[in-house]
């Protein structure tokens, strides 16, 4: 297979996440494009479709801040998923926690996939999120999201992490 492959490699942003050691990329066909040395090199590789890889993290560069994106599947009131966007750096964002006014304590949201969060029964009113970024610190958007929230709204949280 390197025969076919583009000596350069590609950048691709992965969006979710395995467990073991034999986790996959799941690549689109523009990937696998990317990973040719020529058309028809690249025609093969996603002919084949399953190819090994070797990759190396790298920092993420978005502009702006992180954002949440209210997911479309919360058009339920009493359903709030969020996927986390544009976060800059080397870290991921680990977990994700909703402040509870009522109960005077942060309650953990529960990772769907990826970037994707979700919490049953969310508070009426503005939402506090906080992310944990890499198991190493807690940030806090510098804004809530507002009452009046909109699924398939996306979010400014003023923020990146440090």
């Known amino acids: 297979m390197p025969q076919y492959c583009n000596a350069k490699g590609i950048y691709v942003v992965a969006t979710d996440y395995g467990a073991g050691d034999r986790t996959d990329f799941i690549m689109s066909k523009r990937a696998f494009t990317g990973l040719g040395r020529n058309a028809a090199a690249s025609a093969k590789l996603f002919k084949d479709g399953v190819v ?44 994700v926690e909703m402040w509870q006014r009522g109960q005077r304590r942060w309650e953990p949201l529960r990772r769907v996939y990826g970037a994707v969060f979700d919490f049953a029964n969310p508070p009426s009113g503005e939402i506090r999120l906080r992310f944990q970024v890499g198991y190493k610190y807690w940030l806090l958007p510098k804004i809530p999201v507002p009452a009046n929230w909109k699924a398939g709204a996306t979010y400014d949280t003023k923020v990146q992490p440090y």
């Open 52 to 95: 090994d890889i070797a990759f190396k993290r790298v920092p993420c560069r978005y502009p702006g801040n992180i954002k949440l994106r209210v997911q479309e599947s919360s058009k339920n009131p009493g359903y709030f998923a969020v996927v986390i966007l544009n976060v800059n750096g080397e870290s991921d964002i680990t977990a």
